[in-house]
């Protein structure tokens, strides 16, 4: 069969994923370094009830396009977090969350697996892209060989070209290491693929690519700032909701609920390529 229809397209991963687990840093953050610093930081307010936003972040409202509710939902993500085992600040990196995970819980073959991490080396100073690759795909292939069937991982934007560092010295190496790991990671994801069966499916999302066409077409996604920072020295401004980023670094809710869209529907073209034949 080769058609799908539209309804059972936008079901397909709904019916087969039935728990999202998520691992990395403060984008997929929903209250874990909140609670580790007794509910100091980030603050609230201005931030949202732990979330470096202001709002829900897009593991949130992923996780609702996928009619899952919080108790179908393991967050592991630390604001902070960098991609080995331990972060600078002493919390668990994407490899330290991962091991915990697997070392504790039986992994659920019909749960959605999700990493998006790396920006914080780049941005605490590694100029170099080899090593976050390596613990990025790494992170994947533990989760893999303990079970998971389903991984989603995002790539980087551009950190050369966010409001804290678009003028800083170290602006075009930011974006240069951004470009080198974006390539990197799906030179070595595919490569990954190529080790485990067709029932195990490395799924990417081209979150650079997002960001960059709300860049160029604001208005398309409803934006009319995509440049500044909603928040600013304390100050927020009054039309959040047409922002990209909520503060120096991070995107607002708005723009949250933009890339819960596109994973969304990433995770249904890939799942339908997959079932097709059995639909």
């Known amino acids: 069969m080769v058609l799908v229809t539209s309804s059972l397209h936008d079901n397909i991963s709904a019916r087969t994923i039935n728990q999202i687990y998520v691992f990395g840093d403060s984008l997929s953050d929903v209250g874990n370094m909140y609670r580790a610093t007794n509910r100091n930081y980030p603050p609230n307010p201005p931030y949202f009830q732990g979330r470096y936003s202001n709002g829900q972040v897009w593991v949130e409202y992923l996780a609702s396009k996928l009619t899952l509710d919080a108790k179908q939902s393991a967050n592991f993500a630390f604001g902070g977090a960098m991609t080995g085992k331990v972060s600078n600040n002493g919390i668990p990196g994407l490899l330290g969350q991962v091991e915990n995970f697997t070392k504790q819980a039986d992994v659920n073959d019909n749960g959605l697996y999700i990493i998006w991490a790396g920006a914080n080396d780049y941005i605490y100073g590694i100029a170099d892209s080899t090593a976050p690759v390596i613990n990025i795909t790494q992170a994947v292939e533990s989760l893999l060989k303990a079970g998971a069937k ?76 995509v440049t500044s920072a909603c928040l600013n020295q304390g100050a927020t401004c009054s039309n959040p909701n047409q922002f990209l980023f909520w503060d120096g670094i991070h995107p607002t809710t708005a723009a949250h609920q933009i890339i819960a869209e596109k994973a969304f529907t990433v995770l249904n073209t890939q799942t339908s390529q997959l079932q097709l034949g059995a639909v």
Request: no cysteine; aromatic share 6%; proline share 4%.
């Open 150 to 225: 389903k991984i989603l991982v995002a790539d980087l934007p551009d950190l050369g070209d966010l409001p804290a560092t678009k003028s800083s010295a170290s602006s075009q190496s930011l974006s240069a290491v951004t470009k080198a790991h974006n390539q990197g990671l799906t030179k070595s994801l595919s490569q990954l693929r190529q080790k485990f069966d067709s029932n195990s499916q490395i799924i990417e999302l081209d979150v650079s690519s997002l960001y960059r066409d709300a860049i160029s077409n604001p208005s398309k996604y409803g934006f009319t700032n």
